[in-house]
């Protein structure tokens, strides 16, 4: 196995140049004109055959080992956030209302980086990497746009490897496991329509408003009460409008929200469990209701035996990092579940927080950035690992 994070870590102003160009500059989810310019050109740049336009901004690069053997694909997302930046950084967005507020252009930094480390061992390779670089993964369906305009043939990978700079852990830590590590995704829509009227006469409405306290009350029962303690469901209401004055009772109230799970049974059950709370207790109050789940992804489960390639790797590689095998690592959701779908596979997170430097904002916060020590220690992890898939018989 080649000293891949010496070799990264000799990349480095190469994979930090490239981080902070994307920051400067974040586009969202199809969307990615300039920076899907910039990541073929670094591939064409070391002398891999490129192809763009795939879902609109996606980007694929083989990389043909001298030897034969499978296909391995790896996949790097590439699209920023709705988010006005706070962070002050010296290479702060410069698009207004736009921010890589994900670690996505790290993601990218070390996607290219990835390629300049295996392109330089292809003679080396026992077979074939896929290079996927993916758009529109902020729940605007990336994955599935990719996997339906063909990212998964010619080659077809037998196996797939993905990655996420992870801002729940310090730099120096490692999340790698076999089985779910990142729960499915559903939005749901909500429309309670009642009798409008004058704040001061109630008896004369029917209060949506009420109902809709009632609804978001009685939908906690869901994760407390029909949720298996030892598996995990998350029912959360996140919006809600409902009038305009403050005297007037209004006619109609819309709410969203999110459901997390792991298991399908327990997403299936959620699912039911609050079209029956709605329905049951809209009727209750006299109200009319509409209702509407939204599929995202389903959950990210990792495969063990591809898993059980990555930890390896990581032992070897990184051998003084805290690698934790424990799995679960959240709630939040990741469209590589459409990839794992299809073939074998497992995403792994790389610590990335540094409490020294200030660096501790979660994603998608205004003022969320990383440890760029995480760039040369990701790139190296994914570089191994890839090669370990490649030996595996």
């Known amino acids: ?17 490239i981080r ?31 192809t763009t336009g795939i879902a609109k901004t996606g980007v694929i690069s083989i990389i043909d080992g001298a030897h034969p053997g499978p296909v391995i694909m790896l996949r790097f997302d590439i699209d920023a956030l709705p988010i006005n930046e706070q962070t002050g950084a010296e290479y702060a967005s410069q698009n207004p209302g736009l921010m890589h507020a994900c ?82 995704a559903a939005t ?69 929200g999110t459901i997390r799970t792991f298991e399908p049974e327990v997403e299936k059950m959620a699912y039911q469990r609050l079209e029956e709370i709605v329905r049951g207790v809209g009727q209750a109050m006299g109200c009319n209701v509409e209702m509407k789940i939204t599929n995202i992804t389903p959950a990210v489960i990792n495969d063990p035996f591809v898993a059980n390639a990555v930890k390896h790797a990581a032992r070897v590689t990184l051998p003084d990092h805290q690698l934790d095998e424990s799995g679960r690592t959240t709630m939040g959701a990741e469209d590589f579940a459409f990839y794992q779908q299809k073939i074998p596979g497992t995403f792994f997170f790389v610590g990335s927080t540094n409490p020294e430097k200030n660096l501790v904002y979660a994603h998608h916060h205004p003022k969320f950035d990383f440890d760029e020590g995480v760039l040369p220690r990701a790139a190296a992890l994914m570089a191994a690992a890839t090669v370990e898939l490649l030996n595996s018989k």
């Open 188 to 256: 749901f829509g909500i429309t309670i329509t009642g009798k409008g009227g004058h704040g001061a006469m109630p008896h004369q409405t029917i209060d949506p408003v009420v109902a809709a306290a009632q609804i978001i009350s009685a939908a906690q029962t869901i994760a407390s009460r029909n949720t298996d303690p030892q598996k995990a469901c998350v029912v959360s209401f996140c919006s809600l409008h409902a009038g305009d004055a403050f005297n007037v009772i209004p006619q109609t109230v819309e709410m969203k």
């Open 1 to 17: 196995m080649p000293d891949f994070y010496t070799e990264a870590l000799e990349l480095f102003s190469f994979s930090q140049s």
């Open 103 to 184: 670690g996505h252009d790290g993601h990218v930094a070390i996607g290219l980086t990835v390629a300049r480390l295996l392109n330089a061992h292809r003679e080396e390779l026992n077979g074939t990497v896929k290079l996927i670089f993916q758009p529109a993964e902020e729940g605007a369906g990336g994955a599935e746009a990719m996997v339906k305009e063909g990212a998964l043939e010619n080659p077809t990978p037998i196996q797939c490897l993905g990655l996420h700079i992870w801002n729940e852990k310090p730099l120096g830590w490692l999340g790698v496991a076999g089985g779910p590590v990142m729960a499915s």
């Open 20 to 50: 902070r160009d994307l920051h400067i500059h974040p586009e969202l989810g199809f969307q990615e004109v300039r920076t899907s310019g910039i990541i073929a050109r670094e591939l064409r740049e070391i002398g891999l055959e490129v």
